[in-house]
């Protein structure tokens, strides 16, 4: 297949015809087929982070291929995916049954996360070596979902993943701080009488982990940074030389704890939504480079997981759908960030972070025909009918987002046409085809 | 649309006293007679009514109010009303002979919603009615057993009666 | 007002209205006859996941003497998952043709879930969710102040320069949450005494001070001294030592009683830890206003359900 895209305008703002052949830039073709990109621009695939696909075992919620599809959809090309399926990634075979399932779907690039420890018990290590040098290659090691709250495991993990080139990605939440913790601890959960959730919770765990980092030379990545005192922890660490990333999801970047209000279970998610304070330390952290990337955190959950009281639903929102054109929203519209930025932030780093080849020099000739054609000019009352996912959680429906994913190529072939998916079928002929 | 007087304070007060001297002779005196007035202007006159069957038969006749909002068919079809008190003569209602007192008898609903009222109060030997204005258009067989003055209406007038003691003045209108 | 579930929606003028209406009501109860025929036809639902026989016989009598047909609902150790139930619950309600739902929930929010959801079209009455608010709790507390302070005269009245001391575990109680604002927008003046584990880590935007020191508010004099109960699953999760200390800093001894002025009036919204945050004789003393609080239960829901099941429904 070789496409020729006409008209883009390149993240740092300059215009460019970009030739796919074979899966990868070329410097110029006969094409078979032309896309007219005029007024888009030309994002390198996004990469994300922190994806929960729930196959195996909850595909009630997700699957592989249907999280997939909101990836492409969002503009992804390449989804890393947590740990937390019913069995557990802790072995060898559950992320090469991940990473294949991927493969053979072909809608992203599918890289399975690790779990640190053994079923996410937080006791004992998972075979982060075995799982390292299986055909997944796997780089990045999360029990996401839960804290690995032991110090010495902790330090254990950091220094063992060390020795296969990984990195440990911490879900940084106190468990004893936050037992039965329902959204961010202030005035408001105070009045609504939901069990709090405090920023130091999140906040003295990345204190801990990020000295336990520079003591033993390794390097950690904070998943969804939600405070702004962890961005003055995260600041002051990268500041005294440690290895450490993190990551913000695009909710955070966008919403608040005012939400909470009508006791909606949509805006139920952890960390929880936070201060209007936060908000803004959160996207000021983004701009200077504090928080290096931004990670969805797409997390589906079936209806009447969040039919139900506050109390009682699930964690969570699904975010692939819908990232690009949030981050559109909260920081690009406010001058923040720049396209380059935000090719930063949802592509190359991420996947610098992961350890993902072919993210480093995006539209280079040669290198792997990853993009995204995006039009900023475009808004949308976000709705159920823009999800492709299995999972109708998403915070944004009934709110007006900017732009609109027109086109995604992975590898070379078209996953998203004209605003739609290619069917899987054309997909997966495709993907298999690039071997 | 412009407002008809149709009685002056002169008129009302006339009204009240041959009301008041029906009453007696109908009773055949003031004993065991209890004037219960429907709010909110219905207590106004029963409180006149009182005064001047008290003059003519000093100190015998006991006035009450008499709430009905609990009592009314038709909660559901309007905003929600607010009760007034209800205020019963020591000594109550047993074998008694009440006489409900209100402004204006129109449907004849809140005298049915009186009558319904009064049954969870007690058992009075005998129930009167009197009213200051018969407009007519009865939903109900109710009548009244003393009347100020039967004005015949159409659906569409409103009777304003305005009494002194709630609204500076004294006077029935039609608008 | 389609739905009460929050005092802090409620205004001054509705406030004063239903304590108003209440007043009435509590005639009812000293009649032959304790019934009315006002809400006949109408059927009114107490769903409580939680187990509280108080407040479910009082919204039960309540319903009764307005002559509404009641259905006792007690989802409590269904097997279904919580969160099914209520869902589940709510519709089968709904199909039933309930007029009004009386929710007690240990999810803190869920009678507003209840109310926004579309399961259901009815009333929704909270009768206490999770750690959030229990409003009628704080209405009858507000007519029993009234009441005391201005008898016979009540009517029409708010409790304006009333100064309420509410002691104890305020962290989690839905009753000092629903007390605050009421008292407040009735406007009393609310001082909140606790030590600090038992009050929010942030009571920014709350219209009440704070203190540690029960004394100190004891010795200030104020009208009414609000003692909440006090949970003994609080002593393990490191709340305060042990009750011996709890109740040594803050609990309404006798002593302490007597150094009030004989004014003063003392509550508890029950059941009571006696010996714990209130001594049997502050209990049972001429101060004390727990059984007419009881009583005035009564009333005030009846009220309540008056406002909300008459008249024509909102748009």
Known sequence: MSIKIVGAQLPDGTSQDLFVENGVFVDEGSAESTIDASGLIALPGLVDLHTHLREPGFEQSETVLTGSRAAAIGGFTAVFA??????????????????SLGDQHGYVTV?????????????????IGAMAQSRAKVRVFSDDGQCVHDAL???RALEYVTTFGGVVAQHAQDPRLTIGAQMNEGALSNELGLAGWPAVAEESIIARDVLLAQHVGARLHVCHVSTAGSVD????????????????????LLLTEELVRGYDSRFKVNPPLRRDEDVHALREALADGTIDIVATDHAPHPVEAKDCAWDEAANGMVGLESALSVVHASVVESGLLGWTDVARVLSSKPAQIGRLDGYDSPFAIGSAANLTLYDPAASRTFATTHLRGKGVNSPYLGRQLPGRVVTTIHNGYLTVSDGELVDADTVARDGAARG | MTARHVLQQADITRALTR???????????????VILGIPTRGVTIATRLGAILNSIEPGTVSVGALDVTMYRDDLSRNPTRAPSPTNIPDGGIDGKTVVLVDDVLYSGRTIRSALDALNDLGRPRAVRLAVLVDRGHRELPIRADFVGKNLPTSTSERIMVRLSEIDGVDEVTIE | MRHLLSTKDVSRDEAIAILDIAEDMADVAHREVKKLPTLRGKTVVNLFFE??????????VAAKRLSADVINFSAKGSSVSKGESLKDTAQTLAAMGADAVVIRHGASGAPRVLADSGWIDAGIVNAGDGTHEHPTQALLDAFTIRKRLHGAGSRGRGLDGVSVAIVGDILHSRVARSNLWLLTTLGATVQLVAPATLLPVSTAGWPATVTYDLDAAIDAGPDV????RIQ????????????REYSKQWGLDDERVGRLPAASIVMHPGPMNRGLEISSGAADSAQSTVLEQVANGVSIRMAVLYHLLSGTTEA
């Open chain 3, 232 to 243: 003994a699953e609080r002593m393990n999760a490191a709340f305060f030592p042990n009750a």
């Open chain 1, 111 to 127: 890289r399975p996360i690790g779990a640190v420890t053994a079923g996410l018990s937080g006791e004992r290590l998972a075979e």
């Open chain 3, 225 to 228: 001294v609000m003692m909440l």
């Open chain 1, 233 to 252: 922890v995260i600041r002051w660490a990268k500041a005294r030389g440690v290895d450490v990333t993190a990551e913000v999801t695009p909710h955070h």
């Open chain 2, 19 to 33: 009301i008041s001297h029906e009453i007696l002779e109908s009773n055949r005196g003031s004993a065991g007679l």
């Open chain 1, 153 to 155: 495991l902790m330090r």
């Open chain 1, 82 to 99: 947590m740990a937390n399926t019913l069995p557990v990634q802790d072995t060898a075979g559950v992320v090469e049954q991940v990473q």
């Open chain 3, 51 to 60: 187990d509280s026989t108080r407040t479910r016989v009082s919204f039960e």
